[in-house]
């Protein structure tokens, strides 16, 4: 299904969602995208190609950094875009290394400033991405604030003063707006709980290849 047979809705006190302008089959795809920054975790760090995410014991490290590996040529090709300026950050810190969160802001921060088209965001953009700062605890707020400083040491070597960037890229509010994820399938509390009709659901794909794609799949639940 493309993107044009879905829509945008809001839901008043629940945010905003997404949804068919026709009747779809249990099982049928609804729409695919690739995410719009992903990074591979720490755990999993030397063992994936950081492109494609396929396992590999020959990758090639890159040459700067001495972090990134790749399949080969081709991936580290692809994945330049993305990783050219983290590539200095992650020389400049060493032998500190960023947490995995902090690797993906610094990812959504160059991609912002890039200022680039991005067909992820064909349904929803970054800035449509709801924040709900207000439902967060003072304790979370601090926590999320410590992100946001280490972003900024982080991206020192790229970004010098970030008080100049544009009022749209708020370290801050990135935090509030992404969370981590990995490939592993968890059962949430709240799964559980769902009732029995009909619903929209998230999938990703298991840990070979994680996150390269997100599928939205319409399922109906016994």
Known sequence: MEAAALERFRSPGKGSGLRSRRRVRPGELLYRAEPFAYVVSKELLGGVCERCLRRNEHLHRCSQC??????????????????????????????????????????????????????????????????????????MKDGLRHLAHTLQLYLKAEIEDASHLPAAIDFFQIFTKCRKVSGR?????????????????????????????????WVKQP
């Open 66 to 139: 001495k972090v990134a590996k790749y399949c080969g040529k081709s991936c580290q090709k692809e994945a330049w875009l993305d990783h050219k300026q983290e590539c200095k950050c992650l020389k400049n810190i060493k032998p500190n290394f960023p947490p995995d969160s902090v690797r993906l802001a610094g990812r959504i921060v160059f991609k912002l400033l890039r200022q680039l088209v991005c067909v992820s965001e064909r349904l929803y953009s970054f800035s449509d991405l709801q924040s709900n700062t207000e439902q967060l605890s003072e304790e």
């Open 185 to 217: 399938s968890t059962e949430r509390k709240e799964d559980k709980q769902m009732n029995k009709k009909p619903w929209l659901m998230y999938t990703r794909p298991p840990l070979v290849p994680p996150l390269k794609s997100v599928d939205y799949v």
